[in-house]
């Protein structure tokens, strides 16, 4: 089936779409989850889906109503996703293992009626509900007295499945997506997405139905915390079988499921590439007709390497893109320098800026800030004050990330100008580590940085100043992150104790600075 984008119909929204490419796809298979070996087919999905949609009508829930989803990559973590898009719901992407501090913040902003979490986590979800004193109702995947099979036969609609008709609404003003990024503040925000939004930005996250009409695995590593998970729920299915898996997405695990299920393509960042082709156990890469990759820089090293275990004929594309757009700007074409993410899309305009004088740069391969805009760019959900503090005053955004350009028009990413760090596909923002940090009675000041590693990117080290008179060390600062704050937050490059940390002439900590002595002091 090839999807005709620009022939939809403005009346039609992401739940239409779904509806009518399942059915077409009836009897085939959907999903597989490669944990268990369950499959199921198209059909299943959508008639969960629809039933699940009908229980949100029952419930009371109306187009504009949102919920949250922090599920891992089970077959039913998609159908409350897919009854949503039917219903004109909002969703708001989780990370499965959000505690209770991290999920204070963001349903703050979000204000779900529905949560929908891992059985396990229940009492974290109940805590930061009961905390804020909201009215949010939780789903659980799992057993319990909140499952979703329990909440499925309470809310049962007397509606046929036959019957069923998708929800009407303005897409303009109904928000499909919620999802997490940084914001200028390192607070992390909520970017807002429409179905319009999502609709102009489908061409690369889309699989292309296969030469030969076999319809081949995708394999999905994405959760909903993700927008490229979003993407790979709704585009997958169209012309491949989604291929995702409910266990811990360990490197081995993924070589397992790659070589035994012989998937046709993917979408993933370097840092998750890197350590499959070093790991001890082969994975067979000939598989893949193509392998997209962006998020991080992506070094030669590792495009020589990947393309070395690929067949000839097989295409690794990079792109570029963020939250704030709602999706790619810049995609590779196969005849683009290699280490290029290629050119600007035409439906966007962008410029480099000097970050020392503010200026345009119209110089071929110097390097400034790029900031864009075009028809697709989104707004931070419930923040005005910071969606107005991330745009120019002509509407374009400003990114954080330095890039070139060359004299022939392809874009060259350098490095984050943002303190994001960067470990695997997950984004660490300091000041949310440092903060949990400087609850420890024995810390005077901490400044948290990172320092480079082959296979994950960067590392988490703290540099911590003791209160005088204080003992406190380095297990006890880490116990105290892993309490509060989810695995990828965690301190894997160490502690480093310091006398005092290192400022700037206007008395700020020099981040620059920290993360030189980082990387050569001793880590703990």
Known sequence: ?????????????????????????????CQIDAATGQEETCASVLSRSIRLAQCFRKFGLVPGDTIVIGGKNHLDVHIPFYAAMMNGLPVGGLDPAHKCNELKHLFTLIKPKIAFCEYQMFEEYKNAIQELNISTNIVTFGGGENSLVKFMEDHRASQREDEFQVATFNTDEVYCWLVGTSGSTGQQKIVALT???????????????????????????STLLWITGCFNALLMPINHVKLQSSAPVTTEHIIDIINKYKPGGTLCTPTALAPILHHEKHCDLTCFDVIKTGGTKVHKELLANLKARMRPDAVIQQGYGLSETGGLVMEQRPE???????????????????????????????????????????????????????????????????????????????????????????QVIPPEVEEVILKHPGVADVCVTGVPHRDDGEHVVACVVRRPGHRVTANDIKELVAKHLSSFKHLHGGV?????????????????????????????
């Not at 939004?197 to 319809?215: A, V």
């Not at 290192?502 to 002091?521: M, N, Q, Y």
């Open 195 to 221: 179905h319009p939004h999502l609709f102009q930005m489908t061409e690369f996250y889309s699989y292309k139905e296969p030469k030969n009409g076999e319809r081949k695995t995708a394999l999905n590593s």
């Open 336 to 426: 683009d320098p290699i280490e290029s993410v290629g050119t600007l899309d035409p439906k966007y305009e962008a410029k480099l800026i000097s970050p020392e004088t503010g200026k345009e740069i119209l110089e071929p391969n110097v390097t400034g800030e790029l900031i864009v805009r075009g028809p697709t760019m989104a707004c931070y959900y419930n923040d005005p004050e910071e969606t107005k503090n991330v745009f120019t005053e002509d509407g374009y955004l400003k990114t954080g990330d330095l890039f070139y350009k060359d004299e022939h028009g392809y874009y060259y990413f350098v490095e984050r100008l943002k303190m994001l760090l960067k470990y695997k596909s997950y």
């Open 496 to 524: 480093v104790f310091m006398d005092a940390l290192p400022t700037t002439v206007s008395g700020k900590v020099a981040r620059i600075e920290v993360k030189k002595l980082a990387l050569t002091a001793h880590k703990e």
């Open 1 to 29: 089936m090839v999807v005709q984008w620009k022939r939809r119909c403005d009346s039609n929204h992401l739940g239409h779409f779904f509806v009518d490419y399942m059915r077409r796809r009836a009897n085939e298979i």
